[in-house]
């Protein structure tokens, strides 16, 4: 069993260490990371552990860590992984609250039942695993730092977990460079037991953490991942740097820590859901969080654009629409505001243009104005390098207005662009934490990045709708399926559990014979759907098995001989249990609705456009299941076709209220009934506004587990 939830306090703020495989030779992990727990001041008890005793910088090593005698909070195991699994259990029997494995050689190279049998035993004993294939934790709060790589890091408001040690490593050496201060920074590595969830837990409720940063490779509990971060983003940005987005880059992921990447899309609407601000890059994310850090929350949504070149204020009005940022167009207010700042020959429409001649003078009074505007919330500001400009007077003018921009509670975000004197301004101001940026995209993006944060928080809605289902009566059909010795449910079952469901499905029936189907086309009425039933074949249409738009008796009779020659071409020793006669539907618009337990993150449901050419266009939406109907229509509304549905050419609106409601329902379905693992339902055929839809077909796959 696992620690109590509150118990991570003490990974990263810990009274007592030890270090089992601590050494005295610089150049050694042991040393290192003994080294950095001492010089980087911590305060509690440090306990190096090493068979041949003696002392290292001064600390006396113990032969073993049953012989401390005080309890211990973190140890951290740099042993080989041939004696890894001793030295936890030696921690466990102790009762060490976790263990740091250092150590690489597990998962990442195939050995996961050594990685299992280290946690199943650590677990049992009530000892948590950080690891393996790790650096260490560095937290600022606990004046600790069990890294084996970085002695100084620079101490801030940024936390990163990272599933990527070297990365890791990496991203010490430039939060220095980008003067990034840091709040904690824990490598996470396999992650055979401690994952995000644990740590987002302590960092989100770290008062000297603002922003926290995410380098993951693969989910492995995507349910508890998803409830984590919900939590985490309403009181913290989340910048997430997630790999695997490429086919190659999803099998590199894999063989890198052992873990699957999973589908980037369904990743990617995921994080949008749950309020993760998603990074392209290392250096957008590193932007993003040093902004998010140190800048003000807008108040409203309009944003002024401040330049002194045409060309660069419409890059940057690009950049707006491309992140987000809306644009303030009252153009009576924005003359009234930047007209004592703007030239006759200049503009005061947004980009407010104050031209190449303006000095620094003329910045100061431009960029002062919107911090004393009740109408302006947050502000672009951009330089081009000129010759009449007083270069001397640029990075005290870029302060001056960032330090009005703060004390009125507003953000801004700088972009200059020029040659040395430039360059050099950006590197002494941003040494400063002044957001300024060489390159106008990056400047914007990051305003986006807050905004995007900043309304998520208004808008978001993490309720769950559930909707009526018949549990019962969908499992009892699932028994009978497993019974049967199928993973699948026929075309009949399936149709039951839609009804169960309360999904509106056509009327159907299943003939054992030629008399039965008859019977069934003229109770449902002309014109008529038949299908093959049978565990064997599972693509009817490929095997024959579907004939479309039956008008009367005769073409029955003859539908029925045809599909089953076909089929016995198919597959000579199908099982083949009825021919089902179905309502011939009417046109209307053709959707597609499932959802699928997806290894790494669990229930998903997913909407788009149906019919035969889903696989081509390939025009769909992703959410985790736990949904509401607002959430649902977001997704709908997401798809290109969702035009469709609102009426085209004359037509009349489509019954969307009817669509999220089955949307809900298939989503309660895969959250509510573990057994089942898959659900696709296609078509949907979505009539007029009032007058529902129909299932049309509908694919369930289930497992015993």
């Known amino acids: 069993m696992k620690a109590k939830k509150d118990s991570i306090v003490s990974l990263f703020q810990p009274k ?3 270090i089992v495989g601590a050494s005295s030779q610089p150049g050694k992990i042991g040393f290192s990371i003994t080294r950095n727990i001492i010089q980087g001041g911590f305060k509690g008890k440090i306990y190096p552990i090493n068979p041949k005793g003696g002392a290292i910088l001064g600390v006396n090593c113990y032969p073993s860590i049953s012989d401390v005698k005080d309890e211990i909070d973190v140890a951290t195991i740099c042993v080989p992984a041939k004696f890894a699994f001793d030295a936890v259990k030696e921690c466990a029997d102790k009762g060490v609250k976790h263990v740091q494995i250092i150590t690489s050689g597990f998962s990442e190279v195939g050995e996961v039942e050594l990685e299992h049998k280290i946690v199943e035993y650590a677990n049992s004993k ?45 991203m010490i050496g430039k939060t220095a460079v980008e003067n990034m201060g840091l709040s904690a920074i824990v490598s996470l590595g396999n992650k055979a037991d401690i994952d995000e969830a644990d740590c987002l837990d302590f960092v989100m409720r770290d008062q000297e953490t603002k922003v926290i940063l995410m380098y993951i490779e693969g989910v492995k509990d995507g349910e508890r991942f998803i409830e984590a971060v919900r939590e985490a983003t309403k009181l913290k940005p989340i910048v997430v740097l997630k790999s695997g987005r490429s086919k190659r880059g999803a099998m590199a992921a894999a063989s890198h820590t052992g873990s699957l990447a999973g589908s980037d899309e369904i990743f990617d609407a995921i994080a949008r859901q749950t309020g993760l601000l998603r990074a392209e890059s290392l250096q957008e994310a590193f932007n993003w969080c040093k902004f ?3 800048s003000p929350r807008p ?9 002194n070149g045409g060309g660069i204020g419409v890059m940057a009005t690009d950049a707006c629409e491309k992140y987000g940022v809306e644009l303030y167009d009252d153009q009576l207010v924005l003359k009234e505001v930047f007209g004592p700042a ?27 104005a919107p911090t004393r505007s009740e109408d302006m919330h947050a502000t672009l500001a951009l330089y081009c390098e000129t010759a009449t400009f007083d ?23 700088y972009a200059i662009v020029g040659g040395k004197v430039v360059e050099d301004a950006v590197v002494q101001l941003r040494k400063m934490n002044v957001p300024v940026f060489p390159e106008v995209y990056e400047a914007v993006s990051c305003m986006g990045a807050l905004y995007k944060y900043t309304n998520m928080l208004v808008e978001r809605d993490d309720s769950v709708d559930d909707a009526q289902i018949d549990i019962a009566t969908i499992n009892k059909i699932i028994d009978g399926a497993l019974a049967d010795g199928r993973t699948f449910l026929l075309a009949n079952e399936g149709q039951a559990v839609m009804k169960a469901s309360g999904v509106m499905i056509p ?53 029925y001989e045809a599909i089953m020659k076909n089929c016995r071409a198919y597959k000579e020793d199908a099982v083949i249990d009825g021919i089902e006669v179905c309502e011939m539907v009417q046109k209307g618009v053709e959707l597609i609705i499932g959802a699928r337990r997806d290894p790494q993150l669990g229930p998903i449901v997913m909407c788009g456009l149906g019919g035969i050419y889903v696989e081509v266009m390939k025009d769909v939406a992703f959410r985790a299941a736990s949904m509401n109907k607002k959430e649902a229509r977001s997704m709908l509304s997401e798809i290109r076709s969702y035009p469709l549905l609102l009426g085209v050419r004359g037509e009349e609106q489509k019954d969307i209220d009817i669509v999220v409601d089955t949307i809900i329902k298939v989503a309660t379905i895969i959250r ?22 129909k299932a049309v077909d509908v694919r369930i796959i289930i497992s015993k587990s």
């Open 16 to 18: 007592s260490v030890a």
């Open 126 to 170: 009530g000892t948590r695993v950080l690891g393996p294939n790790i650096f260490g934790v560095y937290s600022a709060s606990g004046n600790y730092n069990s890294t084996f790589s970085a002695t100084d890091i620079l101490r801030g408001n940024v936390a990163i977990l990272t599933q990527s040690g070297a990365l890791g490593i990496a």
């Open 292 to 294: 998010l850090a140190y």
């Open 299 to 307: 108040k409203g949504k309009n944003t002024v654009i401040v330049t």
């Open 342 to 368: 703007t030239p006759d020959f200049g503009s005061t429409k947004n980009p407010v243009d104050i031209t190449g001649g303006a000095k620094a003078a003329d910045y100061d009074l431009a960029l002062t």
């Open 391 to 413: 270069a001397e007077n640029l990075a005290p003018m870029i302060r001056d207005t960032y330090g009005k921009h703060l004390a009125s509670g507003k953000p801004v975000a």
């Open 507 to 559: 009327g159907a029936g299943i003939g054992k014979s030629i008399d039965e189907c008859v019977r069934f086309a003229e109770q449902i009425g002309y014109p008529v759907v038949m299908k093959v039933v049978s565990r064997d074949i599972l693509h009817k249409s490929d095997a024959g098995g579907v004939a479309l738009d039956i008008l009367n008796k005769q073409e029955v009779m003859d539908a």
């Open 672 to 693: 509510k009934i573990p057994r089942i693992t898959d659900i696709e339902i296609n078509p949907v055929v979505v009539y007029e506004q009032g007058k529902g839809l």
